[in-house]
């Protein structure tokens, strides 16, 4: 009896996702990720119980996003991408002229109701203009295609690069490459580009980077060079992954980031609190948890009906990727410290309502192969 | 190339796609491997190293200064002790720019040049999250205006300290000596880890002498600290132990009364119980209020009190070398009875001056017209020079010079204080190592009344007559009579030690010295009669009146006309009651003119306020 009343719950649960066009899996894993990504900044921000509320509201108002946008048709999604990608450069020139400064980068819009960063838009919008681009093209794509496409990514890529912000930059042109790559852009033109763009390097390194930034990479490669300057943070996040051995020293037990010694501990720094208190054995988990989420997405992108989708799901599903792996890189020192939060964990509000909206994208990719069907 | 198919493959395109898709799920796979092997090498291969960097991070080793030890008298009266006092303290790892930050300090209050100079030394040495005194002894208005304006300076610290003050001000302080701020010379001379908290350090005197038991050993403290160098907890401690506390064998009544007996004179009174070498009082005069010292003398003061030509910090009581004049003359009177030289009854014709055979010079005695036919007996009660030029004639150099010294004349007491100095007990061993020459006849005569290269300290001559009031016994004089423990509560007693023990051949001899010396003050014709009226007890003494100026041969003393930087030394040595002494003084009073009318009077006053006192 028991059981049949089970399923039958199950299957009303099962109906009212399906309702609501979102894929359970993908959605549990979420929750469960947010779950952690509250209690551990509890932890974080020194048993702030305001910061958490505040962080719990912002994953509420980022899930409603979600199931709102994967409920909007995907033939709607894709006709809007070019007017998404054009408002999105617009409103970066306009930061450029009105914008807000921040910590030393111009990245804010003040709209009066409310302040946000436009980058955050072409971090949805760079993916889907391509996608929805290359996806009216034949593919493999060509070199007419591609030149289309790069210079579709660099226009924002370079603006945002001058904010300067650089971890969105690489995020956003991520996003936009890993489009080209998931349409077939031919390996021997994957090469020539990549030959390309380290010959560009130096250039780069003295026209594109700013003093800080060229600082941050110096350090990187040898943070013991100045142990209370720009390699403070590395070093004390080093030091508490380090210090948390296999199963960490607990939670809100971590000495390193209780008492402050590793800085942005509830921000981009916030997986060094977590190797920390969890240890190794921890750390694994979270980062399996990620990469299941990922593998769904990737599922998601190969079971899709059209290229639009099959693009759109596999590019987003790669930059959720690239988050996470700047990220870890970054605090466990194999990466430059370029400002890349650890998605859905990090406190701060837009990068986690546009991470939420691109799963709704992902969901809504999902549900239209079905509605095909 | 292959001419472009216009019709839309979707299986060939999206198993295109597809191929991407699990290439880039294998490429994940790697990248993944390579942030988990990463977190294998910080958390497990490398635990240990980082295990360590985060402790040190967050645990710090504080000092705990131990409270210095107190010095009271030997009735238990406090004379040095440790009051709170607020003191501005900046921890330099705290403040971004630190001369900035001082520049601002300076608006609210006022620090010296070496207020700043010792502050900077001692951010060298110290390390950077610790404080270090930058002004101590705010008074009231400072810390207030301090504390209104705090919360602008970040780093900067009121604390309030225990720091060493000496309630009595002056007295005493040449016995006592003063501590000050510990310097990086103090550091080469104690073990710096037990000074790690420490902010003063004994500079002179007792202070410094006994620094070993006053200072106490450092506590340590373990605690808990953030990445700003805020302390959160502690986490282990062990506690400073207090220094001791040292009793003295002064007696501070004792110390005043000698002080005010001074009055504006300079120059020292030096008073010892001859049974065990216990110093009662030990003056020089003018004094100085140890209290400026503590935290730092300004420069001006400091300037003002060492060009001072009355030099009140110089200790004239264990530093200062005079010659003893007169008051040898019980001391070569025994040498020559002892020495079988002279008998008590010979007489000598004093006519005013004494001539060596085949010389002209002539050696005047104080009394121009002379004292007729003396005595030894005579000779001592009204201080006769010629018969001493004869007895030191008849001696020679070698026998006063060797009996002297059993008497301490010319070595170091060894008291237990700082700064002390041998004086000259000359001989021609003496004189061949200091001046390279040999000795002269007339020498041995002006040596004979205390003169020429002769010199004693107050301390010596105080405890050379301690020697004569006990026949010769000598104790090494000493201002610490015993140590309280603050470990064990067990007080240490010093025991007294004989350093000298002269063996009379006759007992009648030191009788007889003994009764002259009596009579100086009681006889009628003894120079410090003056002293006798409404004496409770007999005195045994001795006047003194030392040259600081040469007088030609035929030109006359004259106090008046001489300035005051060359007229006589005054000095009276004394004991009593004189049938079981309990107390010996020796005076100086410099450029005091005469013994018997200057010093004589400072050392009745002295042992009334010790023997003739209401008990």
């Known amino acids: 009896m028991s059981h049949d009343i089970n399923s039958e719950q199950m299957s009303v649960t099962r109906r009212l996702l399906d309702a609501l066009r979102l894929d359970p899996v993908l959605l549990a894993l979420l929750f469960i990720l947010s779950a952690i990504g509250v209690v551990l900044l509890y932890s974080a921000g020194g048993s702030d119980v305001d910061l958490m509320i505040r962080q719990a509201v912002r994953l509420s108002v980022a899930f409603l996003l979600l199931v709102v946008v994967a409920n909007i048709p995907l033939r709607l999604i894709k006709k809007a991408s070019f007017i998404l990608y054009l408002l999105g450069v617009m409103l970066l020139l306009a930061v450029m002229f009105f914008g807000e400064v921040g910590k030393g980068a111009q990245r804010w819009l003040d709209l009066g109701f409310i302040r946000f960063q436009p980058s955050e838009i072409l971090k949805l919008a760079v993916p889907m203009v391509v996608a929805a681009y290359l996806s009216n093209r034949l593919l493999p794509a060509g070199w007419k295609e591609l030149i289309v496409s790069v210079v579709l990514v660099m226009i924002p890529v370079i603006l945002i690069a001058r904010q300067p912000d650089l971890g969105t930059a690489i995020l956003v042109g991520s996003a936009g490459f890993f489009v080209l790559f998931l349409a077939g852009v031919r390996w021997k033109i994957m090469m020539i580009l990549g030959v390309l763009l380290s010959l560009m390097a130096p250039l780069l390194w003295k026209v594109a980077l700013r003093d800080y930034q060229r600082e941050r990479i110096l350090t990187l490669l040898n943070p013991e060079s100045d142990p209370l300057g720009a390699g403070y943070h590395i070093i004390q996040s080093k030091i508490a992954i380090g210090s948390g051995g296999v199963y960490g020293k607990g939670w809100l037990n971590g000495t390193q980031s209780q008492l402050d010694f590793v800085p942005e501990r509830s921000t981009d720094f916030i997986f060094s609190v977590f190797g920390e208190e969890f240890g190794f054995f921890g750390s694994v988990l979270l980062i399996c948890l990620y990469v299941v989420i990922i593998y769904r997405g990737l599922y998601v992108a190969a079971s899709s009906s059209d290229n639009f989708g099959r693009l759109l799901a596999g590019a987003l599903s790669l930059t959720f990727f690239v988050y996470l792996f700047v990220n870890t890189s970054m605090v466990t020192g194999m990466l430059p410290v370029v400002g890349v939060p650890l998605p859905l964990i990090s406190y701060g509000g837009t990068s986690m309502v546009t991470l939420m909206m691109g799963f709704g994208l992902i969901m809504a990719i999902r549900s239209s192969k079905r509605f095909w069907n | ?615």
């Not at chain 2, 120059?267 to 503590?294: K, Q, R």
């Not at chain 2, 010769?472 to 009579?481: D, E, I, N, T």
């Not at chain 2, 006798?532 to 009146?545: D, E, H, I, P, Q």
């Open chain 2, 1 to 615: 190339m292959s001419p472009r198919v216009h019709l839309r493959d979707d299986y060939l395109e999206s198993r295109l796609i597809r191929r991407r898709l699990v290439f880039s799920a294998v490429f994940i796979f790697v990248l993944i491997t390579l942030v988990l092997g990463r977190l294998y090498v910080l958390q497990i291969v490398d635990y240990a190293h980082f295990s360590t960097l985060s402790d040190s991070n967050r645990v710090r080793i504080k000092a705990l200064p131990p409270t210095r030890g107190l010095i009271f008298d030997r009735n238990g009266v406090v004379m040095a002790n440790n009051l709170p006092s607020y003191r501005l303290e900046i921890v330099s790892e705290q403040v971004d720019d630190i001369d900035l930050t001082l520049q601002q300090l300076s608006r609210y209050i006022d620090f010296s040049e070496q207020d700043l100079k010792r502050f900077k030394e001692a951010s060298h040495r110290r390390r950077p999250f610790e404080s270090i005194p930058l002004k101590l002894n705010l008074d009231d208005t400072e810390v207030a205006r301090l504390a209104v304006n705090l919360h602008q300076f970040k780093g900067v610290e009121i604390n309030a300290r225990l720091t060493r003050n000496y309630p009595l001000d002056e007295l005493g302080v040449h016995a006592l000596g003063y501590v000050g701020r510990v310097d990086t010379d103090d550091l080469t001379k104690v073990d710096e880890a037990n000074y790690a908290g420490t902010s003063h350090i004994g500079k002179l005197g007792l202070e410094k002498f006994y620094e070993d038991e006053l200072h106490g050993r450092v506590g340590i403290q373990q605690v808990e600290v953030n990445a700003r160098g805020r302390t959160l907890r502690v986490l282990s401690e062990i506690p400073p132990v207090q220094g001791n506390n040292l009793y003295l064998t002064i007696d501070s009544k004792l110390q005043k009364a000698a002080e005010l007996a001074f009055g504006d004179n300079a120059g020292s009174v030096v008073a010892i119980d001859p049974n065990n070498g216990e110093i009662l009082a030990l003056v020089s005069m003018p004094t100085f209020d140890p209290n400026l010292f503590v935290n730092g003398i300004g420069v001006d003061l400091y300037s003002e009190l060492r060009d001072s030509l009355r030099r009140p910090l110089f200790n004239r009581a264990l530093s200062g070398q005079y010659p003893p004049g007169s008051t040898t003359k019980p001391f070569y009177g025994l040498a020559g009875l002892e020495n079988n030289t002279i008998s008590k009854n010979k007489k000598v014709f004093c006519r005013g001056y004494y001539l060596l055979p085949n010389e002209e010079r002539r050696y005047r005695d104080w009394k121009k017209e002379g004292h007729g036919l003396v005595d030894m007996k005579t000779a001592i009660t009204q201080s006769c020079d010629v018969y001493f030029y004869d007895l030191a004639y008849s001696q020679g150099i070698d026998k006063m010079s060797a009996f002297m010294s059993e008497f301490g004349f010319g070595v170091k007491t060894s008291i237990d204080s700082t700064g002390e100095k041998p004086g000259i007990m000359p001989s021609r061993e003496w004189k061949r190592k200091a001046q390279g020459m040999i000795w002269f006849p007339g020498e041995t005569i002006i040596t004979g009344i205390g003169q020429g290269a002769m010199l004693v300290t107050p301390l010596q001559l105080a405890n050379s007559t301690a020697a004569m009031a006990l026949k010769g016994k000598r104790y090494r004089p000493y201002l610490v009579g015993a140590i309280d423990s603050s470990q064990t509560d067990l007080v240490r007693e010093i025991q007294p030690e004989v350093v000298g023990n002269y063996q009379l051949k006759r007992e009648q001899n030191w009788q007889h010295i003994h009764k002259s010396m009596v009579n100086v003050v009681h006889g009628l014709r003894g120079t410090a009669r003056g002293i006798n009226r409404g004496l409770k007890y007999k005195v045994a003494g001795k006047t003194g009146t030392a040259q600081v100026y040469g007088v030609a041969q035929d030109e006359e003393y004259d106090a008046e006309t001489v300035a005051d930087k060359l007229r006589d030394h005054a000095l009276f040595i004394s004991y009593a009651p004189a049938e079981a002494p309990r107390i010996a003084v020796a005076v100086i009073v410099e450029n005091g003119g005469s013994g018997s009318s200057v010093a004589a009077p400072i050392a009745r006053k002295v042992m009334d306020a010790y023997l003739d006192r209401p008990s």
